[in-house]
């Protein structure tokens, strides 16, 4: 019999489905993600979301992505930079992670907000100094969230979000880029 | 003299003019970026840039990022998801550092694409096996791109920006992150 019931908006039934799923056929829980990015001028860029590859599925998408930077770093300031979208991603992340997972035990989460903040130095991108990393060496991550819950049920949660989501492990672990130069003559 | 000629759309003259001040007192380098999600039900969220600390100003930011996941991964497809908002913050931030270093050395560039794909397994994510890194192992980068200069001379190009692109280091580095929780029993 299969339980249908909605919790924090994530369908339970389906969550179970998707484990019971993976859990049969590993393969079903292979997923590509891809983006291309067109440059638009100075420091925007247009991104689409290419087709999602799950399991035996493709899944078309339709979502278009800017990005700029602020007028202080060059750009004109008509959308969110780089630095913000990989923070948005974390965040969404974690959030998508405690909602379902939450859902999974029976806890209802009345309330939930992440804030993350990281600081770098720009020496490191404008290559004034090999020896700096031009990227986070440090990312803050702090999960505010309401629930009946007991805090004893939030902490394990918290526990196991924070292990199981593919963008805090995409930032706590160094991921192999494999980065390829295609260049046309003009 | 300040030189003020505008190349790849950007303002070369004012880069110079921050290389220059970052140099003379590194302080002015560091940045900080933060970002504040609130969750809006199932797998939506919705993201506020908070006010950017550069140097000794502070830069306020009025952009709004909206993530979801497809059907297939329990949300409503309202919005890209955290997967394609992390490979649009490397893109973007490699379109940045291609464009702002060709400018500084005078190389025009006509067209610029950038592709990444990343593949995961969602056993990670599920929680199914603790051993399955639930983010990226790998991602692969394309950059394609067209201008008049010589293959040698963008070659050289990519290899500076791929060390210096504070998204590449993000990817290709761990990072500390601090994650702490605040709990509101409801």
């Known amino acids: 019999m299969q339980d249908t019931s909605i919790l924090n908006g994530i369908d339970t039934g389906a969550l179970q489905q998707v484990v019971e799923g993976v859990t049969r056929d590993p393969s079903q829980g292979r997923v590509t993600f891809g983006i291309r990015t067109s440059w638009l ?84 991108f404008l290559g004034l100094d090999p020896n700096i990393n031009p990227g986070y060496d440090a990312v803050s991550v702090e999960v505010r969230i309401r629930s009946k819950a007991d805090a004893k049920a939030i902490e394990e949660l918290f526990a196991h979000v924070i292990k199981t989501s593919p963008n805090f492990n995409n930032f706590a672990r160094p991921i192999a880029v494999e980065a390829s130069l295609q260049f046309q003559r003009a």
């Open 41 to 124: 001028g100075g420091a925007r860029t247009s991104a689409q979301a290419l087709p999602v590859s799950l399991g035996n599925q493709t899944i078309d998408r339709n979502f278009n992505i800017e990005s700029d930077e602020p007028l202080e770093i060059l750009g004109t300031n008509k959308a969110a930079n780089p630095q913000e979208l990989l923070l948005t991603a974390l965040n969404a992340c974690i959030t998508v992670g405690f909602v379902a997972n939450a859902a999974a035990r029976g806890i209802q989460i009345d309330n939930l907000e992440v804030v993350s903040n990281g600081s770098l130095d720009m020496r490191g």
